[in-house]
């Protein structure tokens, strides 16, 4: 009998201390933030790593991620995910009042959540449209959705290199983001001759680069840049008058040429840039890279800034015609052109203002005009939507201002190994 009570005893005890000990870790849960949380007892502590993505915990789902195809819209995309019809329209009118569905591109990802027990039901839906900007879906009940957007964080970073084959490549051999290139490119448009590049020109550049979940994302803003080219140094910074940014040289002045506004003194614009116009002979839609100033035959057509004559010559559609290339990074056209200034030819360098051809009808038009054509960075873009920085140099009242934040980036670039 004393064995007994000994032996009832002992098991009640061990049931409270394992209840205590139950008692003492559960009120030993500590939070650290919204995706860490500790558990322990005493100065023991054990941490648990509970992880997030757009706000859900991710250890409660299976996901399964796929691409958007062609012709497939939300509800198509809820409905072939397991999501009985009737939430189908009640989520696809929740998500059009926090996002234009219609924006949802063919090539982009979705995920998608489904519970981990025995229902495997949809839970979440999430469509990536870019690296910052989502749509997310809670499939609940009733339905509701959110257009939510990630932080992205600029990080600051000095770059150099050296160049062995082309401004391209040695990107890649310095492990740069390759788009670098075209943001030098474009900094440096009117002082550099990128395709003039010789083996042994430098680099520096101070920059930030853009990360979203620790990913990168690209570059963002730059703040100096050194370009030595052919033994001459030169340099950029970036600053800020009359509320926009610009890159100035060591003395001030814009490292920027303006383009005329027109290439004709006396015209009228007569059709516009667009990705679908009904051509007037064609009778056809298809887009129309260029602008048209209707004038009389014969009008003088001015260069918009100083460059190079590319390519001249006749084409059924464009009729005579003439391509500038003012830099690595614009290049502006001319077509259905009457004639040419006499001497003109391939290869000529001409100057802002300088007359290249004469208002035609030549090639596919209707009447006489001038089909006003720019590329940048080989990319056909809207010459009326070409945003250039003032020329201006540094006014008198900033220049204090700039010598302080020039000298500050000069120093910087000068720690920057080459």
Excluded: C
């Excluded at 839906?125 to 990630?150: C, D, Q, R, W």
């Amino acid at each position: 009998m004393h064995i007994k009570n000994i032996y009832i005893i002992s098991i009640v005890t061990l049931i409270f201390v394992l209840v205590s000990f139950y008692k003492t870790s559960e009120s030993r849960i500590l939070k650290r933030n919204e995706n860490i949380y500790a558990v322990g007892i005493d100065q023991n502590i054990i941490y648990y790593d509970i992880k997030k993505e757009y706000e859900i915990t991710i250890d409660s789902f299976n996901i399964v991620q796929n691409r958007i195809k062609r012709n497939q819209n939300l509800a198509k995309l809820l409905v072939d995910a397991g999501l009985e019809y009737s939430k189908v329209e009640k989520a696809t009118r929740q998500s059009a009042e926090v996002f234009d569905i219609r924006r949802i591109k063919a090539g982009n990802y979705y995920r998608l959540y489904y519970a981990k027990d025995s229902s495997k039901t949809l839970s979440y839906f999430v469509y990536k449209h870019s690296p910052t900007e989502y749509l997310k879906i809670a499939l609940n009940n009733v339905p509701s959705a959110i257009k939510g957007k990630k932080e992205i964080v600029s990080i600051r970073k000095s770059s150099s290199g050296t160049i062995s084959s082309s401004l391209w490549a040695t990107m890649i051999e310095n492990n740069i983001d390759p788009m670098m290139a075209n943001r030098l490119s474009e900094i440096y448009a009117w002082t550099v001759d990128f395709f003039g590049l010789e083996q042994g020109d430098q680099f520096k550049v101070i920059y930030d680069e853009q990360f979203v979940d620790s990913i990168s994302i690209g570059i963002g803003e730059i703040y100096a840049a050194s370009f030595n080219h052919r033994g001459e140094e030169l340099l950029a910074y970036e600053f800020e008058q009359n509320g926009v940014k610009s890159f100035f040289d060591e003395k001030g002045k814009s490292l920027r040429r303006q383009f005329l506004k027109s290439p004709l003194r006396f015209s009228r614009i007569s059709s516009g840039y667009s990705n679908s116009r009904m051509h007037p002979i064609l009778k056809i839609r298809r887009p129309h890279r260029g602008v048209d100033y209707a004038a009389p035959t014969g009008t003088p057509i001015n260069s918009i800034g100083d460059g190079t004559v590319y390519k001249k010559g006749y084409t059924k559609s464009a009729g005579y015609y003439i391509k500038i290339r003012h830099n690595s990074v614009y290049t502006s056209g001319y077509n259905h052109l009457s004639r040419y200034p006499k001497g003109i030819k391939v290869g000529q360098r001409v100057t802002q203002g300088q007359i290249v051809g004469y208002v035609g009808s030549t090639g596919y038009a209707t009447g006489p005009h001038l089909d006003f054509r720019v590329w940048k960075n080989g990319q056909a873009t809207d010459p009326l939507k070409i945003k250039a920085p003032p020329v201006e140099p540094i006014a008198e009242q900033n220049i204090t201002a700039f010598k302080k934040s020039k000298q500050e980036l000069k120093d910087e670039l000068e720690k920057t190994n080459s």
